[in-house]
């Protein structure tokens, strides 16, 4: 079997003098995702310019039998991109960034890995076409990631998940063979279809090298308002209405607490005050479509006045211009940044059916407050897919090792809820590390089972992300 050092001297020759890391200045930076999981020993970062230099490293780790770890942005919050199987090689999309082809006829694009979604998403906006997918992360994920993980986001409620973004992927095997099924049908039934293998397996099956993705007419108008309620039952209850109302057009609806706007206004002083009056709850709801016969903007407006003489809405505010957009959407994003910074906060991925939104709130409020008294729930997302994020701050003034000792037991509360409700632990950040506990609450036997039989058919030695979703073996 061919040794470390030559394994690493192979990859230097294959990967040319930028293409291989392995000091520990260099090498420090990816060693862990948003998660901030650490791991096992990172022997050297790969970071190959094409297809062939993936299958390349593949083949040569699979010779000095080296684990390989994938990478993306790193952006993952499941400890996905953390190395955990002793000394293993880290290999990142960072240098595959070219856009193969962009077709505003067929309205599909060819991208490679590495292409960040935000540069994928103004490619589009270029030949006056969209893609489905946004998230917070678009800024530096990574097109390999999103897919890998199934990442979902603002709009799922009208494009849906990653994976239905995708007509045909580029995919690099275990064994270094390359899979090339990118073509942009949209009808072919001939055989199995192999993408949807790949897509959220996070890596353990197949290594993303390229994908063919949807593209979607440009918005030609688009309504935005952020609305302050009292209540959850009012929340639901508008959600109703204006879905009922904007049908397909419905675009976002998400939900913001007030304990969470008060915190994002501490943190950034440039925030603006949204409401006159305070509300327990905002939601801020986004509309768009690609017909020039559809006011949106009357329509939000008819929706809000309703739901006012309903009693369901409080206050208001409608978005005049793109930047009172860009502000809407900035306090909405800024939750996230709040809580990824706090070092007492526990972030949680939950999701139940639509209308459990309401019993999913109270139970695990109440059983939080069990778990950890005065601590401070934080619920906040996805009202259209019932992807609701119910992150945990510690109580005022508790230090972060103190915090750590309830974190498990918080979680426990939290995952019990959403499964008594039929819900999931892990609504669009994927397993990766931290959740293959939940995975064997969340899935039968049968189900596993055929998870771990679809791995070893394509993955036998464990090479590729060895100890994520569910343990090899």
Same mark, same amino acid.
């Given at each position: 079997?061919?040794?470390?050092?030559?394994?690493?001297?192979?990859?230097?020759?294959?990967?040319?003098?930028?293409?291989?890391?392995?000091?520990?200045?260099?090498?420090?930076?990816?060693?862990?995702?948003?998660?901030?999981?650490?791991?096992?020993? %990172?022997?050297?970062?790969?970071?190959?310019?094409?297809?062939?230099?993936?299958?390349?490293?593949?083949?040569?780790?699979?010779?000095?039998? %080296?684990?390989?770890?994938?990478?993306?942005?790193?952006?993952?919050?499941?400890?996905?991109?953390?190395?955990?199987?002793?000394?293993?090689?880290?290999?990142?999309?960072?240098?595959?960034?070219?856009?193969?082809?962009?077709?505003?006829?067929?309205?599909?694009?060819? %991208?490679?890995?590495?292409?960040?979604?935000?540069?994928?998403?103004?490619?589009?906006?270029?030949?006056?076409?969209?893609?489905?997918?946004?998230?917070?992360?678009?800024?530096?994920?990574?097109?390999?990631?999103?897919?890998?993980?199934?990442?979902?986001?603002?709009?799922?409620?009208?494009?849906?998940?990653?994976?239905?973004?995708?007509?045909?992927?580029?995919?690099?095997?275990?064994?270094?063979?390359?899979?090339?099924?990118?073509?942009?049908?949209?009808?072919?039934?001939?055989?199995?279809?192999?993408?949807?293998?790949?897509?959220?397996?996070?890596?353990?099956?197949?290594?993303?090298?390229?994908?063919?993705?949807?593209?979607?007419?440009?918005?030609?108008?688009?309504?935005?308002?952020?609305?302050?309620?009292?209540?959850?039952?009012?929340?639901?209850?508008?959600?109703?209405?204006?879905?009922?109302?904007?049908?397909?057009?419905?675009?976002?609806?998400?939900?913001?607490?007030?304990?969470?706007?008060?915190?994002?206004?501490?943190?950034?002083?440039?925030?603006?005050?949204?409401?006159?009056?305070?509300?327990?709850?905002?939601?801020?709801?986004?509309?768009?479509?690609?017909?020039?016969?559809?006011?949106?903007?009357?329509?939000?407006?008819?929706?809000?006045?309703?739901?006012?003489?309903?009693?369901?809405?409080?206050?208001?505010?409608?978005?005049?211009?793109?930047?009172?957009?860009?502000?809407?959407?900035?306090?909405?994003?800024?939750?996230?940044?709040?809580?990824?910074?706090?070092?007492?906060?526990?972030?949680?991925?939950?999701?139940?059916?639509?209308?459990?939104?309401?019993?999913?709130?109270?139970?695990?409020?109440?059983?939080?407050?069990?778990?950890?008294?005065?601590?401070?729930?934080?619920?906040?997302?996805?009202?259209?897919?019932?992807?609701?994020?119910?992150?945990?701050?510690?109580?005022?003034?508790?230090?972060?090792?103190?915090?750590?000792?309830?974190?498990?037991?918080?979680?426990?509360?939290?995952?019990?809820?959403?499964?008594?409700?039929?819900?999931?632990?892990?609504?669009?950040?994927?397993?990766?590390?931290?959740?293959?506990?939940?995975?064997?609450?969340?899935?039968?036997?049968?189900?596993?089972?055929?998870?771990?039989?679809?791995?070893?058919?394509?993955?036998?030695?464990?090479?590729?992300?060895?100890?994520?979703?569910?343990?090899?073996?």
């Amino acid at each position: 079997m061919m040794s470390g050092s030559d394994l690493l001297g192979r990859l230097a020759q294959c990967l040319g003098p930028t293409g291989l890391l392995t000091t520990e200045a260099d090498m420090a930076g990816y060693s862990h995702d948003l998660s901030n999981t650490r791991g096992g020993r %990172v022997v050297g970062v790969a970071r190959p310019a094409s297809a062939s230099q993936v299958a390349d490293i593949v083949r040569l780790c699979g010779q000095a039998g %080296v684990p390989i770890t994938p990478r993306g942005g790193g952006t993952g919050m499941s400890g996905g991109a953390t190395p955990v199987a002793g000394a293993s090689l880290v290999l990142c999309f960072e240098r595959m960034r070219t856009i193969r082809a962009i077709d505003p006829v067929g309205n599909h694009m060819v %991208v490679e890995a590495g292409v960040t979604l935000y540069a994928a998403q103004q490619a589009a906006i270029q030949v006056q076409r969209q893609l489905g997918l946004d998230h917070g992360g678009a800024g530096s994920s990574q097109i390999g990631g999103n897919l890998s993980t199934n990442a979902g986001g603002n709009n799922v409620i009208r494009y849906g998940m990653a994976r239905d973004q995708v007509l045909g992927l580029e995919v690099v095997l275990a064994d270094g063979r390359l899979l090339e099924f990118l073509s942009p049908l949209r009808k072919n039934n001939a055989g199995y279809d192999l993408k949807g293998i790949f897509l959220g397996s996070e890596g353990t099956l197949g290594l993303i090298t390229a994908a063919t993705l949807r593209l979607r007419p440009a918005a030609h108008s688009r309504a935005t308002m952020l609305v302050g309620l009292q209540d959850i039952g009012a929340v639901m209850s508008f959600f109703e209405r204006t879905q009922a109302a904007l049908g397909d057009s419905l675009t976002a609806m998400e939900l913001v607490p007030r304990a969470a706007v008060e915190l994002v206004m501490q943190r950034f002083p440039d925030t603006r005050e949204p409401f006159a009056e305070s509300c327990t709850w905002a939601l801020l709801v986004e509309a768009e479509s690609a017909s020039h016969f559809f006011d949106l903007d009357a329509a939000m407006q008819e929706i809000f006045a309703h739901a006012q003489q309903a009693g369901e809405v409080v206050d208001g505010n409608f978005a005049t211009s793109q930047a009172q957009r860009a502000a809407f959407w900035t306090l909405r994003e800024r939750i996230a940044h709040v809580m990824i910074e706090s070092p007492i906060c526990l972030k949680m991925d939950t999701a139940v059916p639509i209308a459990r939104i309401p019993e999913f709130l109270e139970h695990a409020t109440r059983a939080t407050a069990l778990a950890l008294p005065g601590c401070r729930p934080m619920p906040f997302g996805h009202v259209g897919d019932g992807n609701i994020h119910f992150n945990i701050l510690g109580p005022e003034g508790m230090d972060a090792n103190a915090f750590d000792t309830h974190r498990d037991a918080l979680a426990r509360a939290v995952e019990d809820c959403a499964t008594a409700l039929d819900g999931t632990v892990s609504a669009e950040h994927g397993i990766g590390l931290l959740k293959k506990h939940a995975l064997v609450r969340m899935r039968s036997d049968a189900e596993r089972s055929v998870m771990a039989r679809i791995r070893s058919a394509l993955d036998p030695s464990g090479l590729l992300n060895p100890g994520k979703v569910f343990d090899n073996g």
